[in-house]
């Protein structure tokens, strides 16, 4: 029944991608419909989707649904300048529409894209985007591993950051690191230490052990780990508020333990077997302490078990680690990433699962691994610790409230950004500059990389989703507006060069010009689309293949 249900509800999230999308191109070529109304110009179709398979004709225009919803169109021949006569459908011949006209036309598909963004704004304004990380004007430095760039440059566990590139932040840790992406060139971090404060210099690298995806996306992710501020926002009644924790109280430590980011606090919460917390609070610039009991949660027995803290892999016929949480028995033992496991006491681990059921037959009794690491075989003694779901009732992220126009602002920013750096990317590699940028094309998405990005996220939090819809209603009308023949902006220049010089381009002319850009166009989607599916392979084949050994 559990395996039905997950189906079904991800059914549901893949066709909410699907009206998602559809929304933004919907509203896009409504935008075209209705400015080629207005201007008194001949409409062939109005599809939304390729491929029809419904057609309905009514007062001259031919309105279809494709059965593959990946885009939209509007037949308009008037508004193609590569035409030399234009003709409708059946062949009857058009006058030539006037760049005012063609101008107007192209110009509405964007501005109806802005203004679907501004009113799905104004949801996200009000109901709010979850934040992962406060909100932070200083960043402690937790650690720096030794052979990492910023580390060769002077950064050293303990120090804070408290200027990124000549500038103040206010700013969560994702975006912190979003403008370390954007970066063209040096990367420049003002840290003070103790009383000194000075400048801290490096060249971003590609960081393969960068967390979630950034480490398969080749990113320049800092190879530092910050120490986050853990805020606690309650919900009423529960036992967080019961105990006296107030909203927005950071987490310092639990039972004595340190607590240097939300894993910590929920790997605390995991393991409190039911028992009284000692939790330590920073409130007001002052500390508290609080005695928290969590509350186990429905069936919570039934969901009982024993874990070392690792994430194991199948490999080439071989169980890999793939990642040691932080604080488990495992990685407390020395068991590291990469590691291949041999055994367990004497049971050979063939598969992930030869693991976990010995652990549940073992509990919390000690056991000792065997893995191979580097050509040598290594030991290592531990013990499972229990785990069983506990609810403190609380939410970790505080809400940002964004106003449309804000919303538009950034995306703009972000997009002129990230076409900045990949322009200055491919200018590095043809020797036309000698500035670098972490980013790369490859990092660009498709129709079916913003699919799997709204899907990730609709089914992590619709509120996210939907600040994602409109921010791709933007982002296509952005893309829409670039100069170049066969998109919007190409329509807009070239019916504003007719009007300035009175001329209209030769229709040979623009066949050719129409014709190269279509293909670079294609080429780059097919590229593009071409990574995008690698991404998704990779994702279907981690979440099939590796085994979570703790919630998070």
């Not at 699907?18 to 001949?42: N, P, T």
């Not at 799997?452 to 982002?475: E, H, Q």
Request: net charge negative; hydrophobic share 40%.
């Amino acid at each position: 029944m559990e395996i039905f249900l997950e189906y079904l509800s991800t059914a549901g999230v893949i066709v909410l991608v699907f009206i998602a999308l559809g929304f933004c191109i919907f509203s896009h070529e409504l935008g075209h419909f209705l400015a080629a109304k207005l201007m008194g110009l001949h409409i062939d179709a109005f599809s939304i989707g390729f491929r029809p398979v419904w057609r309905k004709k009514y007062r001259g225009v031919e309105y279809r649904i494709g059965w593959v919803p990946l885009g939209g169109y509007v037949e308009l021949p008037q508004v193609d300048a590569s035409d030399e006569v234009p003709k409708s459908a059946d062949g009857t011949v058009l006058p030539k529409a006037s760049p005012k006209a063609r101008i107007v036309t192209a110009a509405a598909g964007p501005l109806f894209n802005i203004i679907s963004g501004l009113l799905i704004g104004c949801i996200v304004w009000a109901v709010g985007v979850p934040q992962a990380t406060p909100r932070m004007r200083e960043i402690e430095v937790l650690s720096v591993p030794e052979t990492s760039p910023e580390y060769a440059a002077g950064l050293r566990d303990g120090d804070v950051i408290v200027k990124l590139n000549g500038s103040e932040f206010h700013d969560t840790w994702e975006k912190f690191v979003e403008k370390i992406l954007f970066t063209i060139g040096d990367v420049t971090l003002e840290v003070r230490r103790g009383e000194e404060t000075f400048t801290v210099t490096y060249t971003p690298e590609e960081n393969p052990d960068a967390p979630g995806k950034a480490g398969d996306e080749k990113l320049a992710y800092p190879f530092f780990k910050p120490l986050l501020p853990v805020k606690l926002y309650p919900k009423s009644g529960s036992p967080a508020e019961k105990a006296g924790v107030k909203a927005g109280d950071i987490v310092i430590a639990v039972d004595g333990e340190a607590v240097s980011g939300l894993t910590d606090f929920q790997t605390a919460l995991f393991f409190c077997d039911g028992r009284t917390m000692n939790v330590e609070l920073l409130r007001d610039g002052g500390k508290v302490t609080v005695q928290l009991t969590p509350d186990a949660v429905e069936n919570a027995e039934d969901q009982t078990r024993y874990l070392t803290g690792i994430t194991m892999e199948q490999s080439d016929g071989k169980v890999a680690i793939a990642s040691v949480m932080t604080g488990g028995t495992a990685g407390q033992a020395g068991v590291k990433k990469g590691d291949i496991l041999l055994k367990v006491d004497d049971t050979a681990i063939n598969e992930p699962q030869d693991m976990q059921q010995y652990i549940a037959g073992k509990k919390t009794a000690p056991v000792t691994l065997t893995v191979l690491r580097d050509g040598q075989e290594l030991q290592f003694t531990l013990s499972a610790r229990r785990y069983a779901a506990y609810d403190a009732g609380v939410e970790y992220a505080a809400y940002n409230h964004p106003n449309p126009f804000e919303l538009l602002w950034s995306t703009l920013e972000m997009s002129w950004k990230s076409l900045r750096g990949i322009a200055t990317t491919i200018g590095n590699k043809l020797g036309l500059t000698e500035n670098h940028s972490s980013l790369k094309p490859s990092h660009m998405s498709s129709t079916l990389g913003i699919g799997m990005v709204l899907y990730n996220s609709f089914r992590t939090s619709p509120a996210y989703g939907i600040y994602l819809v409109a921010v791709i209603s933007f982002a296509l009308a952005i893309f829409n507006l670039l100069p170049f023949p066969v998109l919007d902006g190409g329509h807009i220049f070239f019916g504003v060069l007719e009007w300035v010089t009175k001329k209209r381009v030769p229709a040979k002319v623009m066949q050719i010009i129409s014709y190269v850009f279509v293909t670079l166009l294609i080429l780059l989607t097919v590229i593009i689309t071409y990574f995008d599916g690698r991404r998704l392979v990779r994702q279907i084949s981690d979440d099939g293949s590796k085994t979570e050994s703790i919630s998070k």
